[in-house]
């Protein structure tokens, strides 16, 4: 009985340790996620909302972030509909956003393992980190488009220049990123 109760203890601060990690990510990953959502008032139109409410939805109710990555793959390649998804590259950069949301999570998930190393695999951890990670960065952007729609003089304002530098860079990271090199 007492081995249930030390294991359920376990199990409640380690949800413990990734709500607060996600809370930590919170601000800093607001900037970004405003800077997402003024693109995505941009790219898509109000009749698209849709697409990212399923979109948050498939988030919340996913348990990999594969499925995240396919739903936005699916959005940018259909012929038609994916048209406002590739608007501004919208769609790509929805995707490198998230997947530079990686090295976090293999941060926070490695201060979590380094905390209690006994009863959890850092690469679950980091996975879990990272599928959480990405949730809340959806969440933030789809909260604010939706405000942004309403209230347009409130979304920050797009500096393209700027923009596609950070696309490059992200871009550049990501294709040599240590994961991405032992994927080829």
């Excluded at 009749?47 to 793959?73: G, P, W």
């Excluded at 959806?138 to 309403?150: K, T």
């Amino acid at each position: 009985m007492e081995a249930v109760w030390k294991e359920k203890l376990e199990e409640s601060a380690y949800r413990m340790g990734l709500a607060k990690a996600v809370k930590e990510c919170r601000d800093e990953m607001l900037p970004r996620a405003r800077e997402m959502a003024a693109y995505a008032v941009q790219a898509l139109s109000e009749s698209n909302k849709s697409q990212l409410m399923k979109l948050e939805r498939q988030a919340i109710s996913t348990m990999a972030i594969t499925d995240i990555y396919d739903y936005i793959k699916l959005r940018v390649g259909r012929s038609e509909s994916g048209k406002k998804w590739r608007h501004l590259d919208f769609g790509r950069k929805l995707l490198l956003e998230l997947e530079g949301l990686e090295a976090k999570a293999e941060a926070k998930a490695k201060e979590l393992v380094d905390l209690n190393p006994l009863t959890r695999d850092l690469s679950a951890v980091k996975r879990e980190m990272h599928l959480l990670l990405a949730r809340e960065f959806i969440g933030q952007m789809v909260s604010n488009y939706l405000y942004f729609l309403v209230e347009p003089k409130a979304a920050p304002k797009l500096d393209m220049g700027e923009e596609r530098s950070r696309s490059n860079q992200l871009h550049q990271r990501h294709d040599n990123s240590p994961s991405r090199s032992r994927r080829r």
